[in-house]
């Protein structure tokens, strides 16, 4: 996968909660209801899990998980259903042709024996290569028969991450062992003695269908993880284990250590729906993090926190003294309202008051800076503005007289403020001149 680098303006600020905080949030009945293993670094949801689940494929022996809600087979078997001409009954139980399965890992059949399957009959290869000097015999049979010696195992895969055991000496799991042979015949790795090292730090762990491996990411970005997946859960929505597993595998590739950044990412696969579920989870910790407190300080307000939809973005009012109003107003009037739209009364207060912040930066020589400098001909001429822009059709006469009604609201308000905090305000010009 190709990741391509972040422009300078991609690259936002990232003030991010202290790891300690982001652990504290997580629940821990949240991390056994969701399958995690901290010893191992595996998320394992169970299968019938609502919103984490990911459905076994219907055929018998078969592992692989199920996309889609009105399929009963994995990808690969309902390709295989639809050239048998069997029927869908008859297939499931069918188990002639099991050699394609995705079964994950299993060990070897021979009793004792730690070395992972090589072959369709659940052999490693060293019991593979012994059965075939009796191919007359079923595989059990022929374990009865020869009593073959249990084979120690070759200790754990050595790419980091990956949870399955080595198949071979030089210390790789079968899929990785395969991997490593085909780069190395098609010349993608040199043939020095430390080839192998460097091969493998580039590998990235062997995925199984219905687990997430999150282990050898930096721990910052597996609390995230986690704390987004409660959020999400919490919330009611879904997250297919598949997109989760494609993101986790961009997170590696593009060696980043928390959700922000990795939201950041392009990466050349199409893989839209791993970089949309970055973004999603990245606001979701934030969202579970944030307070009214600390939401104040910015600029855009996630109106999350205040239980309404939508942002809050102050950044057009270039006064400090109106957007300091503009957010105190605002942090008054949201809890005040309920439902889908109730943030919508503080969205048109804070559009008019751009209105006001534009006419006094255009009109006045400070560009309305000062707020004790200010006086009724201010007022006037915010006046004369929305009466240009009805002339010229750019705003509508209900629109006018709304934007001078809310502002005249926030400014009332704003003097409520000032007066409470001891100041002397010109705003109460502003609101006694119209
Ligand atoms: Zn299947
Ligand atoms: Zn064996
Ligand atoms: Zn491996």
């Known amino acids: 996968m190709t990741i391509v680098a972040l422009s300078a303006a991609e690259t936002g600020p990232a003030e991010l909660p202290q790891l300690e905080g982001v652990r504290a949030a997580i629940r821990p009945g949240f991390l056994v209801e ?14 019938d899990h609502p919103l984490l689940g990911l459905r076994k494929c219907a055929r018998q022996g078969c592992l692989a998980g199920v996309r889609s809600h009105h399929v009963e087979l994995c990808k690969t078997c309902e390709a295989r259903h639809r050239s048998s001409g069997m029927s869908l009954a008859e297939f499931v139980l069918d188990t002639s042709v099991t050699r394609r399965s995705n079964r994950g890992e299993r060990l070897c059949i021979v009793p004792r024996c730690e070395r992972p399957s090589h072959t369709y009959e659940t052999l490693c290869s060293t019991h593979c290569t012994a059965r075939m000097l009796h191919r ?3 595989a059990s049979e022929w374990i009865r028969q020869e009593q073959p010696t249990p084979l120690p195992s070759h200790g754990p895969c050595r790419v980091t991450g990956c949870i399955r055991v080595a198949a071979m000496r030089v210390g790789l799991c079968t899929p990785h062992g395969t991997r490593w042979g085909v780069d190395r015949r098609s010349g993608l790795t040199s043939r020095d003695k430390d080839a192998l090292a460097e091969w493998i730090t580039r590998q990235q762990p062997i995925g199984v269908d ?3 491996i999150l282990t050898g990411l930096p721990d910052r970005l597996i609390a995230e993880i986690l704390l ?4 999400r859960c919490d919330e009611g929505t879904r997250t297919p284990l598949t997109v989760l597993r494609a993101m986790v595998s961009s997170a590696r590739a593009a060696a980043v250590d928390n959700l922000p950044d990795l939201s950041r990412v392009r990466t050349t696969r199409k893989r839209h729906d791993a970089e949309a579920l970055a973004r999603s989870l990245a606001t979701s910790v934030r969202r579970a993090m944030a307070t009214p407190e600390s939401e104040f300080a910015l600029d855009v307000w996630d109106l999350a926190t205040f239980g309404a939809r939508g942002m809050l973005d102050f950044t057009a009012i270039s006064q400090s003294w109106l957007r300091d109003a503009a957010k105190h107003w605002a942090a008054e009037d949201l809890p005040l309202h309920r439902g889908r739209q109730s943030g919508a009364t503080a969205k048109g207060v804070i559009g008019a008051l751009v209105y006001l912040s534009e006419s006094l930066r255009s009109t006045r020589e400070d560009h309305g800076e000062d707020p004790a400098r200010l006086g009724r001909r201010d007022i006037v001429n915010f006046s004369n503005r929305l009466k240009h822009f009805e002339h010229t059709g750019s705003m509508t006469a209900l629109t006018r007289l709304r934007t001078i009604r809310w502002v005249r609201r926030a400014l009332d308000d704003a003097r409520g403020f000032h007066t409470a905090s001891g100041g002397s305000c010109s705003p109460t010009c502003l609101t006694t001149s119209r």
């Open 228 to 231: 987004g997946l409660q959020h």
């Open 34 to 47: 969701c399958g995690w293993d901290a010893e191992s670094g595996v998320l394992s949801p169970p299968r």
């Open 210 to 212: 219905h687990l997430v």
């Open 136 to 138: 007359e015999l079923s």
